[in-house]
């Protein structure tokens, strides 16, 4: 695609369900990662795929929190039993390669998540 | 670990004026990058520019400028003409050699006026 395509872009869920967003990275691009944005604060990093692999998962807040990328394209993150403090806009980049060497990450418009 | 902070919550500027913007960060990294971001309204971030902390020349694109000074860890953007589209969030952020991602600061809510 042109850009990088997140759905749903909002979300309202009820305390304790199962949450899962989408994120279509550019065609082509190889790295794939995923940030949190709470209100008044800047994106705060989650995890990010190289391929198929996540190559760093070490900003996951708990074990709630999952995130898979089967195919080295589409990613999913997956939320359990949510909690009001997951609330925030969920955004996914993409780039051609790893970032080393130009840093450049190309954002989807994000996912905002409230729970209820 | 890096870090990044941004001390200027809000700021505002009228049109066709200039404006800058503070970044100060931290790092153990030789091998660094920093970058501007923008977000509108869209939530979409937007690269607005980027230096490599090897090179001692200030990165310039068009209207947009920093300065850079390596020994004080400090990185800010001046916007030159401000014009109305400039008004967004604008997020300061680092990548190291040992990080596969960026560390972005909290962000300046940049406000333009008529």
């Not at chain 2, 300065?67 to 401000?82: E, G, H, M, T």
Request: proline share 4%; hydrophobic share 30%.
């Amino acid at each position: 695609g042109a850009g990088v395509s997140q759905t749903p872009s909002n979300k309202v869920t009820e305390k304790g369900k199962y949450v899962e967003l989408r994120c279509d990275p550019i065609s082509g691009h190889t790295a794939l990662y995923w940030y949190r944005q709470s209100l008044g604060q800047g994106p705060e990093f989650l995890i990010y795929f190289q391929g198929t692999g996540a190559a760093d998962d070490s900003g996951l807040p708990n074990d709630r929190f999952f995130a898979v990328r089967p195919e080295g394209s589409v990613s999913t993150l997956k939320i359990q039993r949510t909690e009001r403090g997951d609330s925030a806009v969920y955004l996914c980049a993409s780039s051609l390669i790893w970032t080393g060497g130009t840093g450049e990450l190309f954002f989807g418009e994000g996912s905002r998540l409230t729970v209820l | 670990a890096q870090t990044v902070t941004q001390s200027q919550p809000e700021m505002s500027v009228q049109e066709a004026e200039t404006v800058t913007l503070s970044c100060t960060y931290d790092t153990s990294e030789s091998d660094y990058y920093l970058f501007w971001y923008k977000q509108p309204p869209s939530r979409q971030m937007i690269l607005v520019i980027r230096q490599e902390a090897y090179k001692q020349q200030n990165a310039t694109e068009n209207r947009f400028s920093v300065n850079f000074q390596k020994a004080a860890k400090s990185f800010s953007l001046k916007i030159s003409d401000s014009q109305l589209g400039d008004g967004a969030m604008y997020f300061c952020a680092i990548y190291g050699g040992s990080q596969g991602n960026l560390i972005f600061g909290k962000g300046t809510k940049l406000s333009v006026k008529p």
